[in-house]
Every structure is written in C-alpha cells, then in structure tokens.
C-alpha cells in the first residue's frame, strides 16, 4: 500500500477505527523491537500478543479471508500438524533411552504431569463457574502432555535438560491414552467426550506428525536394511494417496465396519507420516538449514491459532478474560510449585524438582488448540490455550532466569548422591 492510500484509508477512519489500528500497530512494533533488544526471549510471546489484540479488534477479518474460513478444519488439522512436526524435529529417538537411565525421576514427573494439572483445572472450574466448554477447555489444557517450552526453560535454568527432554518425549507419547481419560472423567459432565474418537484425533495431531520427525532421525543412522524398508513403506504410502486422490475412500468406506473404519483412516496418517518423513529426511539434505526453520513455522502456526481462537471466542473473552487469565496463573503456578515439591518428596535432588516443576507447569497449547479444533469448539474450548499459553511462556522465561541465577549448590559427592538416587 503507498503512504498516500495509507493516508486515505486513516482519513476515512472515525475515531475508534484508528485507535484499533494504532494499537495492532503498537503491538507489531513492540515484537519487532524485541529481536533487539536483551528482551529478545520474549519476542515469541510478544507476537502472541498480536495475536490476541488483531483477534479481539479485528475478528470479522481474522476468521474470514474472502470467502475462506480460517476455522476450516482441514486447516486446523494441517497447521497443527506443521506444529507437532516442528516440535518433533526437535526431539531425538535416543530421549526415550532417559527412561532406562532415570525411571524413578521420570515416573515422579509424569505421575505429576497426569495428575495435578488435570486437577488443579477441574478445581479452577468449581471455583470460577466457568460456562461449560470454556471449563471444558480449563480441563483440556491441563490434561494434555508438556511442551517443548519445557524444554527450553529446563536449559535456560541450568536444570536437569536430559530429564526434561525425556519427559516431554514421555508424555507426548501417553497423551493419546490419559487426555481423553480425564477429559471423560473431569469434563464429561460438561461436554461430550468420546474416548475413542478422542484418542484417534490425538494420535492424527500429535503422534502422526512427531512420527513422521523421528523417522527422519532414524534414517540419519538407519542401516542399509532399514532404509529399504522405508522406501518400500513410502512407495505404499504414494499409492494410497493417490488412491484416494481418485476417490477410492468411499470405496473403503462402503465396504469396511464403523468399528474398522477410524482404523484405516489412522493407518493411513501414519503411512502418510513415513512419507513426508522421508521427504524432509532428503529436503535436509539438499537444505541443510531447514531444521532450523521448522520450529520458527512452529511458532507461527501457534500465533495462527491463537489469533483464530481470539477472533472466534472475542464475545466470550469480553465477559470471561479477566477470570481466565487469572485461572492461567493460578493453574501455571500450582504446576510449578506442586511439581517441585512432589519431586522433592519422591527423592529427586534439586536440580531434577526444578525440571520436573517446569514439565508440570507448561503444558502443550498447540495440542489443546488443536483438539478444541477438531470438535468444532475452537471459540470455546480453545479460549483456555489461548489465554494459558502466553501466561506460560512469560512466567516460564522469568522463573527460569530466577533459577539461573540461584544455581543448586553443593559438593560434587553431594550431586553424585542426587544423581545416583536417580
């Protein structure tokens, strides 16, 4: 646009229209500024914050471009997707090799991870008189696995990084099985909780895309065997897309059981994750770089979401935010400290509590976005991750600082000890 329609477009603006654009504006400016200044680590959340601000002033454009709604589903699923994707580029087949080495601290983390945030935000509800869905969204997020966010404030705080990585690998890998349990078992009374449709959409949002990453890590060590099998694998995967592409579902779909149905349709998610494995596995080959921008696609994919659910819940918001934002710090502060100290009553030296308290109290917003999504219930039930996922990131960046600088301190047989508890 050139400064002279710019101009028009202001001067036909009233009062209010203006002060909405300034403040986009301002809030664009502030995540820019950032990337320069000492505060660069919280560009991330700053961008969230436009996010926010465009859905609530602008929502009739955030949800609709042209004739297109950015609440289709199919969107929702390809863009959390490219998010769990991201995050699984991140993470390494040999994370799982933590369980061995630490059981116990990994049993002490997911135990707390599966059970006190689910709790906390059925008791937030009690206590908040949350309408329904939106109190189903408190649940849902607090039923879901840790983030990768995690991860980075375990590092940035000099914590246990290996047992944070192994957690979150841990307890992404459950979540198909424990969030859709206590999302029946919390908020059954105030929506409809399928089990096992639940369970199908987690393992096609969340374990299809991270597995589609682990495989290209695989292939980086694969041997010759290996690697053939992947390319047979991939060739099946080619032809069952192309399949489709002519139309070949009803097909299935006439001949196969309801109960069989969801089954097939799943298997082919996981056959078409062993070919965009393969793809990316060879893409970082001729652009060695990519890596490093898949979690940046991450990120924006997350900023997409909570732009759409800021647009989409808006009315909501005008009533509920306050509430809502402050059972985000209510929520995120007991995962923390609960976290921490049930890892210090397990026998887990300091180092370890302070990982486990970062596992418990930052949970995955992505995957909550993405469920809500899928049932339809973006405006409602995707308003908590909205709200709880930019709380988590701030508190997150300040508690890991804090830690920093109070490192755990102690002889070096005095961390053996801790280590070989372990």
């Excluded at 209010?16 to 320069?36: D, K, N, P, T, Y």
């Excluded at 732009?307 to 509920?320: F, P, Q, S, Y």
Aim: with cysteine.
């Amino acid at each position: 646009m050139s400064d002279h329609a710019l101009m028009a477009a202001i001067g036909g603006m009233d009062t209010a229209g203006i002060g909405r654009l300034l403040a986009v504006l301002a809030a664009i400016a502030l995540a820019i500024g950032l990337r320069f200044a000492k505060l660069r680590g919280y560009q991330f959340t700053a961008w969230i914050i436009v996010a926010v601000v465009s859905g609530m002033l602008y929502p009739e454009r955030v949800l609709k471009v042209g004739e297109f709604d950015m609440r289709n589903k199919w969107l929702i699923l390809f863009v959390v997707q490219a998010v769990m994707f991201g995050m699984g580029t991140q993470m390494k087949l040999k994370d799982f090799v933590g369980v061995v080495r630490m059981p116990w601290a990994v049993f002490v983390g997911v135990l707390g991870q599966f059970t006190i945030m689910p709790l906390t935000g059925y008791a937030l509800t009690k206590i908040f008189h949350f309408e329904p869905e939106i109190a189903a969204g408190v649940i849902l997020i607090g039923s879901c696995s840790a983030g990768l966010a995690s991860n980075v404030m375990a590092y940035l705080a000099g914590a246990n990084l290996a047992l944070s990585i192994t957690m979150t690998s841990v307890t992404t890998m459950l979540a198909p099985l424990m969030t859709p349990l206590w999302m029946k078992w919390l908020a059954g009374e105030l929506v409809e909780v399928n089990v096992f449709g639940m369970m199908m959409e987690i393992i096609k949002i969340v374990i299809v895309p991270i597995g589609a990453a682990l495989l290209h890590d695989y292939l980086s060590f694969a041997s010759r065997r290996g690697r053939m099998v992947v390319y047979a694998t991939a060739v099946a995967a080619a032809a069952w897309l192309v399949f489709l592409a002519k139309g070949g579902w009803p097909q299935v779909a006439a001949r196969g059981s309801s109960d069989v149905l969801p089954w097939i349709g799943v298997g082919g998610f996981l056959l078409g994750a062993v070919l965009v494995g393969l793809l990316y596995h060879l893409l970082t080959g001729v652009i060695p770089r990519l890596s490093a921008w898949t979690p940046v696609l991450s990120m924006a994919g997350i900023v997409y979401f909570t732009t759409v659910t800021t647009a989409a819940g808006r009315d909501h918001l005008l009533r509920v935010g306050v509430l809502l934002f402050l059972a985000a710090v209510l929520h995120n502060a007991a995962g923390y400290l609960f976290g921490y100290w049930l890892a210090r009553a397990g026998g887990l030296d300091r180092n370890s509590a302070r990982t486990v308290a970062f596992e418990v109290g930052l949970q995955n917003g992505g995957m909550a976005s993405g469920i809500a999504g899928s049932l339809g219930k973006l405006g409602t039930m995707g308003l908590a991750s909205a709200i709880f996922s930019p709380w988590m990131n701030v508190s997150g960046s300040v508690l890991a600082n804090y830690w920093r600088r109070k490192p755990v301190t102690g002889s070096v047989k005095t961390r053996r000890a801790d280590q070989q508890r372990n």
